[in-house]
């Protein structure tokens, strides 16, 4: 029998698949039990938990290009896992990324003591270690010497406590090779219920074995052929999701999860689900005045300053309203890298002539036209 292709064309739209409603938040928190819930997948809406009981290891990669949506669920996943699952954080911060989000949720800073006081309170609490000061050989020997340490704390853990531990490092990849001991903490940290939790724009450069060992990876948008192909090898993703892997929208994300029975799970989720934070600030320049999220003008004063921001970011907290003017004249004075001041500026939307008049009156009068 011929099949009329045109007519089923036709008869396929006149299809309606079926959707389910989406459930309610307080419904879908009930049914939760020890999951978290993390977004809607888009298999009908259905909603997506992170569920480690059902896991082979507490551990989780996230993976994606720069702006795609990696600190927003970091951000999100650490509050849930601390409020809902009761677990004691660690996060180890190379360049100052969370320095806002810690200091609003008043996260403790880490030592070896302030550890020990709160375990021995038997307090869960976020622990928060920012290196953004330090050299870069520096931030190394500083990461290595407190993941030698987070190995002896899990080492003096009850074997299979209810309470997880939770270390996350985000940009991983500068103490990833195969000789630093996250390998330990990753080995050994499902005996002792602590997970480890990697974030990087890149997974070219992860070893394949210290891959293969996270049950969870969050893949955002990435247009990074190395990383997708390791991808593909490793976590055996089908073609038609490493498609979409690289036209994914802010926020939305491919899971994959090894669960306990070695089976393998893939979803797409629509948006991950979370508070954010970001306050708000108006930048102007001249009679204009726009909101910009303070969050992305603090990354950038993190990206391009040479010198130590700490002052500039108190006067960003403080302040609800910033000139562009003095935003760049202030960067400048902390040596900032003009190219990647002036990338970052038209990154952020603002309109050409305006950068490049703001530039003209921090340089004295230097007319650049872009
Ligand atoms: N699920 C989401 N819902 C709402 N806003 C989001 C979501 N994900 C990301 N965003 C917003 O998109 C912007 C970029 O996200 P984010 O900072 O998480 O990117 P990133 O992947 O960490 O980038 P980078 O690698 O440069 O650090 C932020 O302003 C963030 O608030
Ligand atoms: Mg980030």
Known sequence: M???????VGLSKLLIIPKEPEEKFDQILKNSKNGIYLGSSSIMSKPFFLDFENLINPHIFVVGMTGSGKTFMVKNLMLKLFGCLNSTIFLLDFTGEYSSFANFINAKNFSKVSFKNS????????????LEKLDEKQKIITATQNISFLVEIMRSRKIGSKNKFFIIIDEAWKVLDEHSEINTLIREGRKYSVGVILSSQIIEDVDQKILSNFASLFVF???NMKTLEKLKINYQIPLDYVEKIQNLNVGNCIAIMVYNSDKRGIFEINKIIGVNIAKKINLSMGNNMIEIKKDKIEKLIHKVSKDDPSNLILKLEMNNTIDLNVLILELLKLNADRLELLSGLLGLGLDHNKIADSFAIALNGVTYVI
Do not use: A, D
């Open 221 to 223: 948008r990435t247009q």
């Open 119 to 130: 375990s021995e309170k038997n307090e869960n609490s976020i622990f928060y270690l920012n």
């Open 2 to 8: 011929k099949t009329n292709l045109i007519g089923s």
